[in-house]
């Protein structure tokens, strides 16, 4: 099975500074038929159903604001937020989506709080 | 617009029965493989079960196979989650998705908490 760890576990930032978070996979979740990224990425805050922001990696989801972005490939990746707002706090995952027969595993977590 | 609304949660004693449901608006039910995902006090997201636009297969997570069935009716745009011998670690509020194919989630619901407790 395939392993999600994501690091660090939390995280402070200042308002208006970058927050970076990164995911590393147990293996490459780069499908080499399409060359895409099967990761994606969650914001979860408390009493909200998760939120998608990226899929594919680094192609964000409609409506997400552009200081969010995904990068990496293979197995690292990392989520940025080029500059915090108060309305980012929350806890990010990661998830691939690359196991066949589907096994949707998440990362841990990593809770976002303001420095 | 895609909706999707959670219900049946509550309090069940260990090794009870629950039935979880999920009805979903806004999109060709059948088209889509659908998954519950489930969050525990303090922990993080855990993927519970997939199922497929037709319902001919099925995924289960490690924790839940043998003890949970995902299925779903078309006639009804409803997704389910029948969930048997309960048992403590189950208590979680259970999301239901939509699925880009067989990808991420893009849409959620709300969620509905279940607790087990005697």
Redesign the interface.
């Known amino acids: 099975d395939i392993v999600m760890t994501q690091s660090p576990d939390s995280l402070a930032v200042s308002l208006g500074e970058r927050a970076t978070i990164h995911c590393k996979s147990s293996r490459s979740v780069l499908y080499n038929l399409n060359n895409q990224n099967?990761l994606?990425w969650?914001q979860?805050k408390p009493g909200?159903?998760?939120?998608?922001l990226i899929?594919r990696a680094s192609t964000r989801?409609s409506g997400v604001p552009e200081r969010f972005s995904g990068s990496g490939s293979g197995t690292d990746f990392t989520l940025t937020i080029s500059s915090l707002q108060a309305e980012d706090v929350a806890?990010y995952?990661c998830?691939q989506?690359y196991s066949a027969?589907?096994?949707?595993?998440?990362?841990?977590?990593t809770k976002l709080e303001i420095k | 617009e895609v909706q999707l609304a959670e219900s049946g949660g509550g309090l069940v004693q260990p090794g009870g029965s629950l039935r979880l449901a999920c009805a979903a608006s806004g999109f060709t039910f059948s088209d889509s493989p659908m998954t519950w995902v489930r969050q525990a006090p303090g922990k993080g997201l855990e993927w519970v079960a997939t199922i497929s636009g037709s319902g001919g297969s099925t995924y289960y997570g490690d924790s839940v196979k043998g003890r949970f069935t995902v299925s779903r009716d078309s006639s009804k745009n409803t997704l389910y989650l029948q969930m048997n011998s309960l048992r403590a670690e189950d208590t979680a509020v259970y999301y239901c998705a939509h699925q880009s194919g067989w990808s991420y989630f893009d849409y959620w619901g709300q969620g509905t908490p279940v607790t087990v407790s005697s």
């Open positions: 099967y994606a969650y979860k909200q159903p998760p939120k998608l899929y989801e806890v995952y998830q989506y027969p589907p096994m949707y595993i998440f990362g841990q977590g």
